[in-house]
């Protein structure tokens, strides 16, 4: 926000990455507090997710800095879309679909059920990663995504984004 308030204040344009780009917001009071409770009944391993209520739409948070400033947006002040860089992503998540919520009984604290991986899997995918290193193998991110079955590989990772001084038959 302080961002765009400064932005708003040099008369526009406001910058947004994406018009259906959505964040969490949370007072660092709120989120100060919540981490020092969850910390207090926490266990070894355990994973707190704090209640940060509904995802914001940063287009629509920027719009409605504008009108608070007294101006119209589009009009008075332009709202330009820069384009998601590499790695964004449009939508924040918590905690994986495959994972559950349980109450703790404290108000906006929940705990994590995490899925478990075998340490035989663990064991097995860095002995690959290990291998694939020592050959200079470019599909890495397949053994990531066998530890992490929701790693999306992104696009910009390809064999043909190599350094310029780098050769796929590179030794190092």
């Not at 409770?37 to 920027?62: F, N």
């Amino acid at each position: 926000m302080p961002k765009f308030q400064q932005q708003i204040k040099q008369g526009g344009p406001i910058t947004v990455t994406h018009p259906e780009m959505t964040r969490y917001f949370m007072t660092i009071t709120e989120a100060t507090e919540l981490i020092l409770e969850a910390s207090a009944m926490g266990e070894d391993g355990r994973i707190y997710v704090l209640d940060m209520g509904k995802p914001v739409l940063i287009s629509h948070l920027a719009e409605q800095l504008i009108r608070l400033s007294g101006r119209e947006p589009g009009k008075d002040i332009e709202i330009i879309y820069t384009g998601l860089r590499a790695g964004e992503k449009l939508h924040e998540e918590l905690f994986h679909d495959d994972e559950s919520l349980t109450d703790t009984g404290v108000d906006k604290i929940q705990l994590a059920d995490t899925r478990t991986v075998s340490a035989e899997l663990v064991n097995s995918a860095f002995l690959d990663i290990e291998k694939r290193l020592d050959s200079y193998d470019k599909s890495l991110s397949d053994c990531i995504k066998e530890l992490v079955p929701e790693y999306v590989v992104p696009s910009y990772v390809t064999a043909k984004n190599l350094a310029p001084d780098q050769t796929e038959t590179d030794s190092h």
